[in-house]
């Protein structure tokens, strides 16, 4: 919620504007009070409180929810997003669901004016847009995940005696704190993208191989990326 604007949500935005030719389009994250518009086309607003968002209602839904002419429909006739600003008379939305179910969000489109209900094709190019939003969305958090953890990392191992050394998958050297240069001599600008196998000695070069191979095999010790 309130994160800044986000380029690549905003050009899928802007791509379901085009792809169905409605003057508003948007993404909104919902939380127990309100929803925020994390990417917007053709709206001056930055949210709205969650008992008048449209989105309320797609998110208990848990599917497409299309209403071809709000003031025909019992639950949106009298809302002030119908008879004020944006001026809703079409909706159509479909929740942003994470791997395990919960609805965070969705993808909204409005115009000022009734439209006919939404095809099959409709709905299923709707339902490949949430899906590019929440790929999106998911590489931005394990992002900031990564960003994370090499935050604590760094400040951990700045002061720790022991020398901590981190590599990339093809074993390139991505972090080298202060100990480390107190063993090996050299800086962390030295040996950032070095390979770390030109530390080991030649007489353990082959105990060495083995045990990378151990480790990257077995998938225990292996660290993944957590929802």
Request: hydrophobic share 35%; charged share 25%; net charge neutral.
């Amino acid at each position: 919620m309130d994160s800044p604007p986000n380029d690549a949500l905003d050009r899928l935005t802007t791509l379901a504007a085009r792809l169905f030719r409605v003057p508003v389009a948007f993404v909104s994250l919902i939380d127990e009070k309100r929803q925020f518009f994390a990417s917007r086309y053709g709206l001056n607003i930055s949210g709205t409180s969650r008992n008048v968002a449209f989105c309320h209602h797609t998110m208990a839904q848990g599917d497409i929810l299309c209403v071809p002419d709000t003031l025909k429909d019992p639950r949106f006739r009298d809302s002030p997003l119908v008879h004020g600003y944006p001026f809703i008379r079409f909706y159509a939305g479909i929740p942003l669901s994470t791997p395990d179910g919960h609805h965070i969000g969705t993808v909204c489109l409005t115009d000022s004016h009734p439209r006919e209900p939404m095809t099959a094709e409709d709905r299923k190019h709707l339902a490949d847009i949430a899906a590019l939003v929440m790929d999106r969305m998911e590489m931005h958090r394990l992002e900031l995940l990564r960003y994370t953890s090499q935050q604590r990392l760094q400040a951990i191992s700045s002061t720790s005696p022991d020398a901590i050394v981190c590599t990339d998958l093809r074993r390139g050297i991505t972090f080298w704190n202060p100990a480390a240069t107190a063993l090996f001599g050299y800086s962390a600008e030295e040996m950032r993208g070095q390979y770390v196998s030109e530390l080991i000695p030649a007489r353990c070069q082959t105990d060495y191989r083995n045990e990378l191979a151990r480790i990257t095999s077995d998938e225990a010790a292996i660290s993944h990326p957590r929802s």
